[in-house]
């Protein structure tokens, strides 16, 4: 399996732009999250989604950004409009739940943003 | 509240001597426990974890943990330290709350192994 797959790897932009970050799932996982990680606050949970239904989205900073899950292979992580501080580096997981058991969630590499 | 700490910003051990990166948490009820490292540039790789069973768990790369449930502990461990181990370790505990899977990860630890 290719694992979680994010694009892009590296977004540079300005204050202002609209920015989308891409995720596609391990083929098959049933839950989909995206994290947020820098250096100040550590690894934060956005948002996830269960079959492609956003289920807790507590962790999302405002209401500049907006996550979509539009079928079980494609997320995304809008950010409209960007602000400097908005520059960390975003992660997409995944993992399947068998029943009452839960799995292991597996990352993707991350997406590293930069608003200028 | 819900929470998982890890208190050593740094762990610095000399190629070859045992490492342990200290993990404690505070949940209710039974949780599930990981370890997760990260590489530079990387996202998070799965170790281990513990979900019953065996307070010992075994993981990949020779890593191990064991789950102390007295002391609310998940200590990660290894024999013998490798340059290569180098990197940073996150401790995760998911909180057993109706099969939701949200994972609440510490701060991370810093290993730096010296040769």
């Known amino acids: 399996d290719a694992g979680v797959i994010q694009s892009p790897r590296h977004e540079v932009t300005e204050m202002g732009q609209e920015v989308t970050l891409r995720c596609k799932p391990i083929?098959?996982?049933?839950?989909l999250f995206w994290y947020r990680q820098t250096m100040m606050r550590g690894l934060e949970l956005l948002i996830y989604?269960?079959?492609?239904?956003?289920?807790?989205d507590s962790g999302m900073p405002e209401d500049r950004f907006s996550a979509k899950m539009p079928n079980a292979s494609f997320s995304t992580l809008k950010i409209q409009p960007s602000e400097p501080r908005d520059s960390a580096v975003y992660f997409c997981?995944?993992?399947?739940?068998?029943?009452?058991?839960?799995?292991?969630?597996?990352f993707g590499p991350g997406t590293r943003l930069l608003v200028l | 509240a819900q929470s998982v700490a890890q208190p050593e910003d740094q762990v610095n051990v000399a190629e070859g001597n045992p490492l342990t990166v200290k993990c404690t948490y505070s949940?209710?009820?039974?949780?599930?426990l990981f370890w997760y490292v990260q590489y530079p540039n990387r996202g998070l790789q799965f170790l281990l974890k513990?979900?019953?069973?065996?307070?010992l768990v075994k993981g990949s790369y020779g890593f191990e943990a064991e789950f102390n449930k007295s002391q609310t502990s998940f200590h990660l461990k290894k024999p013998s330290a490798l340059v290569s181990d180098s990197a940073l370790y996150f401790c995760?505990?998911?909180?057993?709350?109706?099969?939701?899977?949200?994972?609440?990860f510490g701060a991370g630890t810093r290993l730096a192994v010296h040769p």
């Open positions: 995760a505990v998911s909180p057993f709350s109706g099969g939701y899977n949200k994972l609440i």
């Open positions: 083929s098959g996982h049933d839950y």
């Open positions: 949940v209710s009820g039974n949780p599930y």
């Open positions: 513990y979900i019953t069973g065996d307070n």
């Open positions: 989604f269960n079959n492609n239904v956003p289920i807790d």
């Open positions: 997981a995944s993992s399947l739940t068998s029943g009452r058991i839960r799995e292991t969630q597996y």
